[in-house]
């Protein structure tokens, strides 16, 4: 069994949902539940456009494709709308991926690709993690670069 170190996972960062558009669903986070959209990003890499919305240290990300090649187009045929998957942010995304793939977790993305926010992020596949999606992302801090 790993033995849970200090630098590991720290907190939930985001939890992320799949919207068919960004503009019709933030009806709902800012008239209903009275959250603050934080900003709009698209995500070119990823094809999507995001919103973040900010709930105490956490953050809710609303994902809407921008082509019919998005994941988000994907999983909104096979799915519709909802959630997408959970954001854990670590202060070592290297050393947590090396961690997933010793462990035998089918990575989605072998290394960190730029996220929204000016992160640095990877995907885990739900098959190797009892069937949700997870994200690990990252601060990137000015001598990353
Ligand atoms: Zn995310």
Partial sequence: MYNKKEDMIKKIDH????VR?????RIFYEQVLGLRC?????VASQQVRTA????????????????????IAK????????????GYESDDIEGDLA???EQGCRLINASPVAGADNKRIAFLH???THGVLTEICQKETPCDR
């Fill in 52 to 71: 973040f919305f900010s709930l105490g240290e956490t953050h809710i990300e609303l994902l809407e494709p921008t082509g019919p090649d998005s994941p």
């Fill in 99 to 101: 961690r997933a793939d």
């Fill in 126 to 128: 739900p098959r190797s």
């Fill in 15 to 18: 939890l992320g949902f799949a």
């Fill in 38 to 42: 934080e900003r709009i990003e698209e």
């Fill in 21 to 25: 558009s960004i503009d019709g669903a």
């Fill in 75 to 86: 999983f909104l045929e096979r799915n519709g709308e909802g959630m997408h998957h959970i």
